[in-house]
């Protein structure tokens, strides 16, 4: 949905709000002729008149080794027999040791480490050509160009800083014009700045003289939930991004992310905030716009290209994104992939890297975007989910129904030639009913919608099984998740007796049961535990002096502490257990008796309460999950607890609570095959 743009004159100032896509207007640096990709952070020229630009990106490009060192604050880049060393702030570098003096100096901009080009280039000996991706400009238009990302960039960092002051921009020589291209691109550039909602710029005859930015906000609020953004941001990127996946592996767990904890604003409750990347990422709710933002936010928090795309469906207006995935432009659109959105409950992805010729079915945008025709990171295309043959479609139906026994979701897309009124699932799913009669009843369920034009199949089938069919006794397993929001509703007492008694059922080695537990219900002592963790965790991190693995730790305390909201508490203890026969293996070989010791079978007894624990949890609906992460506190937890029994170490803490959300999502297991061994 379109923020609105309100044109006000005062003085000589004129006030914007920005639009929220830009078109691509850009100076492209070319390396040998290839072109090199800047993301995050763009080339700029200093104050020296240098050109800038993030050394990993320029290094990448022609394959050289970098290497960043927070003690000395330096950067290392090295390639064949040269190696290169530059020192943050230092006009003073290094090449394979001898000292070398630059007209400028390296700097950190917007978190990245930026270079002098020439300086590399110069030593690495490789051509540097400027080109344009749509015409030719002459030399002036090249800087003036380049200007704009000076200041887009200056901008940006002075609006990290929540700066209200006026912000000088008189060398760079933008004028009245350039308003209009800059007040389109910020947002599209920038998408974390969700607060920057309008500007006033001072001019003089037709050259704009400085920007200054109002805001609606306390700006120690808005600075705050700035770095609330960042902070939640990286720990999401932290979380479900990892170093060996593909572009398009980063792209479906950021999709997926925002899917499982984004809520569409259905009734309106963040009225600002739902339309931008903090509504999405901090508040977890958010309307089209939010989504679209925070997903083209956090693609390019891993350096996958992204835009804003404003248009329509059902005649409402509507935003969502284009993707750049392995040089190929496909059309995503979160808010419509959302279960909720599309009372389902179930992950969708209907609309994620689809081609213009399948978003016109069911939407309508403002430019001609028929260009953008792959279809080879098409998620049904890459799944082999698309179809082009019945024959084809009817055998993978009956293969789900095999594989899944009966109880499955058939989620495929049919080629646009075929009619999917020829594929008959009623008559299928009898013929497998009547192949399985020892195991079904013979009713059955589907929900069939379809999609696009008729083009996508969405089944969700459900056969009914005999009740003595041993899989259905498995449910309880299978349903179990891990649970760590919860609704501020009290757990019955009776349930928490309930789980505690299951767990005392699970087994232990000669029956010992050597557990013991503590059910918290007060409010005051579950957070005063918290507060305890917290205090345990500054104090590690006064006197850790890697400043890398102190950031690293810093991070943790949220997970460490989510318990404090949860409902109840049950802290696990655990006593010593000397196995039966230890002492016959001591006197036969030490070696012997300390690999059975190595065994633990103690903890394993409290293991097997633990799990019990969770499954009843689950089974009484009800959620929880297994932590011990605090345990780097366990001493001062066990202090505050005060058991009688000072035999009795604390193992485990589970929060208890109703899901905050209905639907949670099961973490993918590996391939059985992958995990047993059958002899």
């Known amino acids: 949905m379109h923020k609105k743009i309100i044109f006000l004159f005062v003085v000589i100032a004129v006030v914007f709000s920005f639009a929220s896509f830009s078109d691509s207007n850009e100076i492209a640096i070319y390396i040998n002729e290839d072109k090199v990709d800047f993301y995050d952070t763009l080339p700029f020229i200093d104050e020296n008149d240098r050109t800038i630009v993030p050394v990993r990106f320029i290094s990448e490009s022609f394959d050289a080794y970098v290497k960043w060192y927070s003690e000395t604050r330096e950067v290392k880049i090295i390639k064949d027999d040269k190696t290169i060393i530059l020192k943050i702030d230092s006009n003073v570098a290094k090449i394979n040791g001898e000292s070398i003096e630059m007209d400028t100096k ?15 280039s110069e030593a690495f000996q490789f051509e540097i050509n400027y080109k344009y991706d749509y ?18 960039l200056l901008l940006y960092n002075e609006l990290k800083k929540v700066n209200d002051e006026e912000i000088d921009i008189t060398k760079y020589n933008l004028t009245i014009k350039d308003m209009d291209n800059l007040n389109e691109e910020m947002i599209d550039l920038f998408p974390d700045l969700f607060f920057s909602d309008r500007f006033v710029y001072t001019y003089s005859e037709n050259e704009v003289m400085s920007i200054k930015y109002l805001f609606d906000q306390n700006i120690g609020v808005l600075k705050e939930e700035y770095d609330n953004l960042v902070n939640e941001s990286n720990e999401i990127i932290e979380e479900i991004i990892k170093d060996n996946m ?88 979160v808010t419509s992939d959302d279960p909720i959105n599309n009372e389902e409950n179930i992950m969708s992805y209907n609309y994620f890297n689809v081609p213009y010729v399948l978003i016109m079915n069911s939407h309508e945008v403002f430019e ?51 009619s999917n009124y020829n594929i008959d699932i009623e008559n299928i799913i009898n013929n497998y009913i009547d192949k399985n009669r020892s195991i079904f009843t013979g009713s059955y369920s589907y929900i069939k919608s379809y999609k696009d034009d008729d083009l996508i199949f969405d089944i969700s089938i459900d056969v009914e099984r005999k009740w003595e069919d041993k899989m259905e006794k498995l449910n309880f397993i299978y349903n179990r998740k891990s649970i760590r929001k919860f609704k501020d509703e009290k757990v019955k007492h009776d349930d928490l007796v309930e789980i505690i008694k299951a767990g005392m059922q699970a087994p232990s080695a000669h029956n010992v049961q050597n557990w013991h537990y503590v059910v918290v219900e007060s409010e005051n002592i579950i957070k005063e535990i918290a507060k305890i963790v917290t205090e345990k965790h500054s104090k590690i991190i006064d006197v850790i002096n890697d400043e890398e693995k102190t950031k690293r730790f810093k991070k943790m ?68 999950c297994w932590m011990t992460g605090p345990l780097f506190a366990k001493k001062e937890i066990e202090n505050y607890i005060a058991l009688k029994d000072s035999g009795f170490s604390l193992y485990a803490l589970i929060p208890v609570g109703v899901p905050l959300k209905d639907r949670n999502r099961v973490p993918k297991r590996e391939a059985i095959e992958d995990k047993i061994t059958f002899m």
Not at 106 to 120: D, S, Y
Not at 263 to 282: C, F, L, P, Q, R
């Open 557 to 624: 305390i949220k997970y460490y502490t989510f318990f404090k909201n949860a409902p109840a508490l049950i802290l696990v203890f655990g006593s010593s257990y000397e196995a039966t026969g230890i002492d016959l293996l001591n006197e036969i070989d030490n070696n012997e008796s300390q690999n059975f010791i190595n065994v633990q079978p103690g903890i394993q007894n409290i293991g097997a309460t633990v799990e019990n624990i969770l499954l009843a949890i689950s089974a009484l609906g009800y959620g929880g």
């Open 106 to 120: 390296a700097l950190i901009v917007n978190n990245r480490t930026v270079v002098p080009l020439r300086f590399i």
């Open 246 to 333: 593909s572009d398009y592996e980063k792209e479906i767990a950021i999709h997926d992310y925002l899917v499982e904890h984004v809520e569409y604003d259905i009734n309106n409750e963040y009225s600002t905030k739902a339309h931008t990347a903090y509504g999405a990422i901090v508040n977890n709710i958010a309307v089209c716009d939010g989504y679209a933002e925070a997903f083209d936010y956090l693609l390019k928090k891993v350096g996958i290209k992204s835009k804003l795309i404003f248009g329509k469906t059902e005649n409402i207006s509507h935003a969502w994104n284009l993707v750049e995935i392995e040089d190929e432009l496909y059309f995503v659109d």
């Open 135 to 152: 015409d030719i400009r002459d030399d002036n238009e090249k800087k003036h160009i380049i200007d704009i990302y000076n200041v887009e």
């Open 368 to 418: 001609d975007y028929s260009y953008v025709n792959h279809i080879s990171e098409n998620y049904f295309y890459k799944n082999d989910l698309l179809f082009g043959d019945e024959v084809i479609a009817i055998e993978y139906i009956n293969n789900k129904l095999i594989e899944d026994q009966g109880n499955t979701r058939l989620y495929f897309m049919l080629d646009s030639e075929i």
